[in-house]
């Protein structure tokens, strides 16, 4: 599945490392040790703040598009027993690998895609911030999440918000005992890198996951809304 090309290697001397860091090029702003920190595109380090609320001791954790590895390297330091962290992008993956690797933080990084997200088993928690609303095939990546998670799956991803909708389906008017007829429209939008994708309702985002879940809305998140998943006891 990995095809690592770039060496990934311990730099030992500080100055080396700065160096190292700030000839990459950063999406996300990462805290490291020695009060170092990336230079990333967006504040990504606000949504610490919000992790800081869920438990990760002795947790396993997946993190799905993890980009350089922030929140994965944030759960592992938070006590998870174990992290993988996935991403499609290579060069991401490499950054990842070498923060853990120079911060001595213990996650398993691998290039992957949400969809083969499965492949890699079942995991306490499951992080998955910005990427559904990024994915082409939103009702698989959502599937996806919920078939790796044991317990929590901690989102952030757009949503289609009707007020009022007129359809031209002529079974509009049909009943659904899960989704209200509102909850049934979803949106399609175009994405600045990814193309055309689909922003589903909390309805039908809740109806994926199915009666085994408890959604819960947190409102705004730094780019989409915030919204956790918990098995029922
Ligand atoms: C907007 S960034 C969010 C990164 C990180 N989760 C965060 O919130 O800081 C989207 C990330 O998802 C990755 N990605 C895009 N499509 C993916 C896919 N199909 N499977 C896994 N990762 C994907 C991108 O490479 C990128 O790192």
Redesign the pocket.
Known sequence: MDSQDKKIFKIENLEEYKKWISQQNW??TIHLKNGLITK?K?N?HS?IQWFDRFNFLDKTVL??????G??SMYAKKSGASSVTG????KN?IYQAKMLALNEDIDVNFHI??????KSFGKFDIV?????V???ENVLM?LRSIRDTTNKTAIL?MDLARPLIYASSNKDWWKKDSKVSRLGRVAEMHRHKH?GWVIHPSLEMVLEIFGDDFELSFLGKG??YHKIVLSRKQ
Not at 86 to 89: A, E, I, M, P, T
Not at 112 to 117: H, K
Not at 127 to 131: M, T
């Open positions: 999406y996300q990333g967006l990504t949504r993190d799905i598009g993890c980009n350089s922030q929140y996935l991403d499609v992008n991401r992957a895609g949400i969809d083969q997200a992080i998955c911030i910005a990427v609303t990024e994915v990546a952030e990814a730094l780019r």
